[in-house]
């Protein structure tokens, strides 16, 4: 059974940082390109916004929202996948997803995060 689960979201001031971890089980991790979406309140789930993505060879790939803001890493020997938010707003909040891709996508259950003064 493949599992996702993300954790470190909360509720933070403006300018702030947050680090977000997600761990995965039942999946090769080193086969797999871990990204990172959210959704903000009143989206639907198809318009989630993709955040950043790395791959299996440690490309990473940042989102318009996500440069000069977010660092995104992966540990192998970890089976883990972290997003570091750094200056955040308030516009960043939304539920953020971890995913893994290889032939098939698999999804955690988000964790919210929050940026309000």
């Known amino acids: 059974q493949v599992q996702l689960v993300e954790s470190g979201g909360g509720l933070v001031q403006p300018g702030g940082s947050l680090r977000l971890s997600c761990v995965a089980s039942?999946?090769?991790?080193?086969?797999?390109?871990m990204f990172w979406y959210r959704q903000t309140p009143g989206n639907e789930r198809d318009d989630r916004e993709w955040?950043?993505?790395?791959?299996?060879?440690?490309?990473?790939i940042l989102g318009d929202s996500a440069k000069g803001r977010f660092t995104i890493s992966r540990d192998n020997s970890k089976n883990t996948v972290a997003l570091q938010m750094n200056n955040l707003r308030p516009e960043d909040t939304a539920v953020y997803y971890c995913?893994?891709?290889?032939?098939?996508?698999?999804w955690g259950q988000g964790t919210q995060v929050t940026v309000s003064s």
């Open positions: 995913g893994a891709r290889d032939v098939t996508a698999y």
């Open positions: 039942g999946i090769t991790f080193e086969r797999y390109t």
């Open positions: 955040v950043a993505s790395i791959g299996r060879d440690g490309t990473v």
